[in-house]
């Protein structure tokens, strides 16, 4: 009796491999189409006036004229010789930093008292946003007449100041003054997004310090802080930056009075290039408006790095 054995089973076939390589293209060129419009405004608005506003600091250019000639880097030598220019950055640091202080402790004051249970929270938080939400002209127009020595209601509150003495034209009412505004107008968001911030802070934390018998200021002091400083330094960041670029604010309300005390950069910029006619100066005065603020945020961004790596 033969035996025979059945021939052996053709392997299976091994399924094609997926085309990885070509899905991963498509995601990327979907990513890149998704960047060009940001990319794209970017460049026209603000990469294409830097390059430009470099390149006018090299000239003579004046407003209206049809020629310039390159001046090589008498700007900049006239720039750091200019006794205008000294006091620009100071006051600007100024009115940044009390901006910083006042505003963002208001904020963080503000969002220690909403995170507290209470009735009508909601409420709260919602009528929070009113002064963020109202616009910067109006709330401009709403604190000239407020601040008005004559007539205004400060008048009402200090009724020993002599009329002739304005908070808008006296220094260093000015700068209180304006520092004041920009507190009131931008407060509600650093406390909105610091309310966020507590609201992350674990609960485990702040009841087993409440055992350990820690005070309300030592929670917040060990517990609570360490947990939003970094949020804490972003927000410091933003309002510096929000601060050192403000126009429209101080050259309504002081127009950088009384003198030049209140004469940030931005608002010698404008002077300079279109009240002056001096482009090509104007142009300098904002190199040097971009140099600071660059130092000056990477120098917050390396508090937060070092800041993270503690955590």
Request: charged content about 15%; proline content about 6%; hydrophobic content about 50%.
């Amino acid at each position: 009796m033969s035996v025979t054995t059945a021939p052996p089973a053709p392997a299976s076939e091994a399924p094609a491999p997926r085309r990885r390589g070509s899905r991963r293209r498509r995601v990327h060129w979907i990513a890149y189409a998704l960047a060009l419009p940001i990319l794209a405004y970017e460049s026209i608005f603000v990469l294409y006036p830097i390059v430009q506003g470099v390149q006018l600091s090299f000239t003579d250019a004046k407003l209206g004229a049809q020629q310039t000639t390159s001046v090589g880097l008498d700007n900049y030598d006239r720039l750091l010789s200019d006794p205008n220019f000294i006091k620009n950055v100071t006051t600007t640091l100024t009115y940044a930093l009390g901006v910083v202080v006042v505003a963002v402790g208001c904020g963080l004051l503000t969002a220690l008292l909403v995170n507290r249970k209470m009735r009508g929270r909601g409420l709260v938080r919602g009528l929070l946003m009113a002064p963020w939400a109202f616009p910067e002209i109006a709330t401009v127009l709403i604190f000239i007449w407020v601040l008005n020595p004559t007539f205004g209601v400060v008048r009402l509150l200090t009724p020993w100041q002599d009329s002739g003495d304005g908070w808008l034209t006296s220094n260093p009412l000015a700068m209180f003054s304006i520092v004041l505004i920009a507190t009131w107008k931008t407060f509600p968001f650093y406390s909105i997004v610091l309310l966020a911030s507590l609201q992350n802070v674990p609960e485990q934390l702040q009841e087993a310090a409440k055992v350990d018998g820690a005070t309300a200021l030592q929670r917040f002091w060990h517990v609570t802080l360490p947990a939003i400083r970094p949020d804490l330094v972003l927000l410091a960041l933003l309002a510096f930056i929000f601060a050192f670029r403000q126009f429209t604010l101080i050259w309504l309300t002081t127009g950088g009075g009384p003198g030049r005390d209140t004469e940030t950069l931005v608002v010698a910029i404008y002077n300079t290039a279109f009240r002056f006619f001096d482009r090509s100066y104007g142009a300098t005065l904002g190199v040097g408006s971009l140099i600071i603020t660059l130092v000056v945020t990477l120098g917050f961004l390396a508090v937060q790095r070092r800041l993270d790596g503690r955590r």
